[in-house]
Nanobody, 129 residues
Framework: QVQLVESGGGLVQAGGSLEVSCVNS????????MGWFRQVPGAGREFVAG????????VYADSVRGRFTIHRDNAKNTVYLKMDSLQPEDTAVYYC??????????????????????WGQGTQITVSS
């Protein structure tokens, strides 16, 4: 059973930094790409960043480009999201997600939820002003 487990969330002051990680602690499966989404109460999940598992290609939302960095450790089946210059509007529950279906575009980073097959439980990040 695939189980994605996030860690590293918490409270940080505006302008600060935080890094969250996500590991697949369950059965080994082929990971084609992984992504981070975030959600605030009353809204849908918003794409934040994603990374392809074969060539490391990355995609970022405009709102975080230049401040957030996604990277991976294939051997540990872990993806990280380093967040710098955090702002109160970055406050949300952050979810990691994995693409594992052998679709024609499986190695691509997609920005919509339905492209991802497995999700973590989420980790809260709160940025105080």
């Amino acid at each position: 059973q695939v189980q994605l487990v996030e860690s590293g969330g918490g409270l940080v002051q505006a302008g600060g930094s935080l890094e969250v990680s996500c590991v697949n602690s369950g059965r080994t499966f082929i990971t084609y790409a992984m992504g981070w989404f975030r959600q605030v109460p009353g809204a849908g999940r918003e794409f934040v960043a994603g990374i392809s598992w074969n060539d490391g290609n990355t995609v970022y939302a405009d709102s975080v480009r230049g401040r957030f960095t996604i990277h991976r450790d294939n051997a540990k089946n872990t993806v990280y999201l380093k967040m710098d210059s955090l702002q109160p509007e970055d406050t949300a529950v952050y979810y990691c997600a994995a693409r594992s279906s052998a679709s024609f575009d499986r190695w691509e980073v997609r920005t919509f939820e339905s492209a991802y097959d497995y999700w973590g439980q989420g980790t809260q990040i709160t940025v105080s002003s």
